[in-house]
């Protein structure tokens, strides 16, 4: 077929014929953007008349995106408790910083966890608004601490190290992942889930969506240039109030439950 065929009616009847197959409407959106601009350079270089994407919608997307697993505290508990070493260090880094698992996490490097100070400094990150500092928390930095301590403080410049080649970062963990949600008895959800997770538990916890959005890297950098160091408190404050939110789960679980007179057992 050559481009000069390939009209708006001909576009329709390729969605609708992915469609029918079950591919998936993101999937569809990606061919077609590839097409457009095929279309788009042949319409540039007189090749065809005019391109026919003119007529023609992408497909909503939106409805079909995957929601996130936000863990509960109790599913958490149970993944921990299975989970190898260095699975059970990351999740809780995870859970505690929101870093990105791969381009952030897996990334690190141990001279840019602050231990005196409890920061970790994100130098490069997705975008410009991910490169930042946070704060970590006592559990988060007792997490940290052990697992450097399993591996020898001068086994790898990375926290997360390929073990069969310390001076390269961790990549494929995708089996060690799924292994801890299936021995935890979780059914599978991405890593990635768990930024999503402490995303949710600071909004419980009553912090504004701006500074969650600010501590996971999801914000303006004009604002940070700006409210430099309100932000740097507000986020410690964020990481308190995570603190509590846990504190007070976990109170909750270790309270004796109540006979139906009243009295505790």
């Known amino acids: 077929m050559k481009l000069s065929d390939i009209t708006a009616s001909v576009i329709e009847d390729f969605k609708e014929k992915r469609l029918s197959q079950g591919v998936r409407t993101a999937t569809i959106n990606r061919d077609l953007a590839v097409l457009r601009r095929m279309m788009k350079l042949a319409d540039r270089k007189m090749l065809i008349n005019e391109t026919s994407f003119r007529d023609v919608d992408f497909l909503e997307e939106r409805k079909q995106r995957r929601r996130p697993h936000i863990l509960t505290f109790e599913e958490e508990d149970r993944m921990l408790a299975v989970a190898v070493p260095h699975i059970r260090a990351l999740a809780v880094l995870i859970l505690?910083?929101?870093?990105?698992?791969?381009?952030?996490?897996?990334?690190?490097?141990?001279?840019?966890?602050?231990?005196?100070?409890?920061?970790?400094?994100?130098p490069d990150s997705k975008t410009p608004a991910g490169e930042r500092t946070i704060p970590i928390s006592d559990r988060c930095k007792t997490e940290l601490l052990r697992w450097r301590s399993l591996l020898g403080p001068e086994f790898s410049p990375y926290v997360f190290p390929n073990m069969h080649d310390p001076s390269k970062p961790l990549k494929d963990l995708r089996r060690s992942w799924a292994r801890a949600l299936k021995d935890a008895g979780l059914r599978y959800f991405w890593l990635y889930d768990l930024r999503h997770t402490l995303a949710s538990r600071l909004t419980q916890a009553g912090v504004s969506p701006i500074f969650v959005a600010q501590i996971i890297g999801h914000s303006s950098t004009s604002i940070l240039s700006t409210y430099a160091r309100a932000i740097d408190e507000y986020r410690r404050d964020a990481i308190h109030k995570l603190e509590n939110l846990r504190h007070d789960h976990v109170s909750r679980e270790e309270r004796p439950p109540k006979l139906p007179n009243g009295s505790v057992q």
């Open 96 to 122: 505690e910083t929101g870093m990105r698992s791969r381009r952030e996490a897996l990334s690190l490097l141990w001279r840019y966890v602050d231990f005196v100070n409890n920061l970790i400094c994100v």
